[in-house]
Nanobody
Framework: QMQLVESGGGLAQAGGSLRLSCVASGRIFGAYAMAWFRQAPGKEREFIAS????????SYGDSVKGRFTISRDNAKNTVSLQMHSLKSGDTAVYYC??????????????????WGQGTQVTVSS
């Protein structure tokens, strides 16, 4: 079992920035592609970004391209999501997820093996 713990959520102003982090434990972190998803009330879980096991490949959802950046530090078992130019539409619970042996391009939530509990991001306009 892999445990994923997100942090860094909170309240931000529109146009502002936040940085989310997710620390993994329990499995070999470098064996997993990682991703961030989000879910707003009444909406389906939405793919935000993914990163390959080595960090050399990243993918982004259309709604966040150019504003969010995913990165990872395998030495620290951490994946991060830097968010800039936040909008009210970014308000959601953000989850990190792990995909064993994934390519880093997977956008389907069902492909991911482990999930964190989520961290709330609220953007006020």
């Amino acid at each position: 079992q892999m445990q994923l713990v997100e942090s860094g959520g909170g309240l931000a102003q529109a146009g502002g920035s936040l940085r989310l982090s997710c620390v993994a434990s329990g499995r070999i972190f470098g064996a997993y592609a990682m991703a961030w998803f989000r879910q707003a009330p009444g909406k389906e879980r939405e793919f935000i970004a993914s990163i390959s096991r080595t960090g050399d490949t990243t993918s982004y959802g259309d709604s966040v391209k150019g504003r969010f950046t995913i990165s990872r530090d395998n030495a620290k078992n951490t994946v991060s999501l830097q968010m800039h130019s936040l909008k009210s539409g970014d308000t959601a619970v953000y989850y990190c997820a792990a995909d064993r042996l994934g390519s880093g391009r997977e956008t389907n939530a069902r492909a991911y093996d482990f999930w964190g509990q989520g961290t709330q991001v609220t953007v006020s306009s």
